[in-house]
């Protein structure tokens, strides 16, 4: 189940309580557990200390609501964070956008890449002051007629299924393609989130001259959550955001997930 146990990466500047803030609004939603986790380099008693001091800054952030702390040392924070969630179990990754981006946008970061590209658990990313609604909207998936979305709609439709969250199935005509075929390509996609979990999942096209501008021309409600697959590269339970998904991430003013391939 996306969300069973969330863990979000976290330190003391915007990106941390951006991740903070998300992480705890995904528990909210999923009844999940959630754990917050401060990485920091080995050999460094000083910074050590200092990771210990702000989970006690996120604890105040956070106040009731209930959460486990945990730092742990590694050589980098994106690696870190996999690692540590690997070994407590948790089923998604989340982060904040790196610093200097634009606000309402997500910035790559070294963190967020190594998570993009090698994580064992899903991601998402929160973008810049991001600040999170009294309740989610909907779950919306990028989809392209290709196995891991194919699998991913069942995925998507059945925690939409168990939260109580309307699904949106979106695809981009970026006018490279023919938008009849697109759009049969989409019309099969929610028969099949249909088929497997008996959910009548909303569809949009979007229409643009790049991935951009496309994304501007669909509504996005203020508590939507968006959905990619990982893309045919990946190992098997791996994340591995491709092109297209990389510029929707960077185009979203919305919370970015990225399912690992084989994610279950």
């Not at 979203?252 to 279950?264: C, I, M, Q, T, Y």
Request: glycine share 10%.
């Amino acid at each position: 189940m996306i969300g069973g146990h969330v863990i979000v990466g976290y330190a003391d500047d915007r990106g941390g309580r951006d991740a903070l803030a998300l992480g705890a609004s995904i528990t909210r939603l999923t009844g999940g557990e959630l754990t917050v986790a401060t990485i920091y380099p080995p050999g460094s008693p000083g910074l050590a200390v200092e990771a210990q001091a702000n989970l006690a800054h996120a604890a105040e952030e956070l106040g009731p609501t209930p959460a486990g702390y945990l730092t742990f040392e590694s050589r980098g924070t994106g690696r870190g964070l996999s690692v540590l969630a690997s070994r407590i179990r948790a089923d998604l990754i989340v982060v904040g956008s790196a610093s200097g981006g634009q606000h309402g946008r997500i910035a790559i970061g070294a963190t967020s890449d190594h998570l993009l590209h090698r994580s064992s658990e899903a991601v998402m990313i929160a973008p810049a002051d991001y600040e999170p609604p009294e309740e989610h909207d909907r779950l919306t998936l990028a989809y392209v007629h290709r196995p891991q979305c194919d699998e991913a709609v069942e995925r998507v439709a059945q925690a939409a299924l168990r939260f109580g969250v309307p699904l949106r199935l979106i695809t981009l005509d970026l006018r490279t393609e023919d938008p009849d075929r697109l759009r049969d390509d989409l019309a099969l996609a929610v028969r099949l989130a249909w088929e497997t979990t008996g959910i009548e999942a909303e569809s949009d096209v979007a229409e643009g001259h790049d991935v951009a501008a496309a994304m501007q021309n669909v509504e996005w409600l203020p508590g939507e959550l968006l959905v990619c697959a990982a893309s045919e590269d990946a190992e098997p339970h791996r994340v591995f955001l491709g092109e297209l998904a990389m510029k929707m991430l960077r185009a979203s003013d919305r919370p970015v997930a990225v399912l690992p391939r084989g994610f279950s």
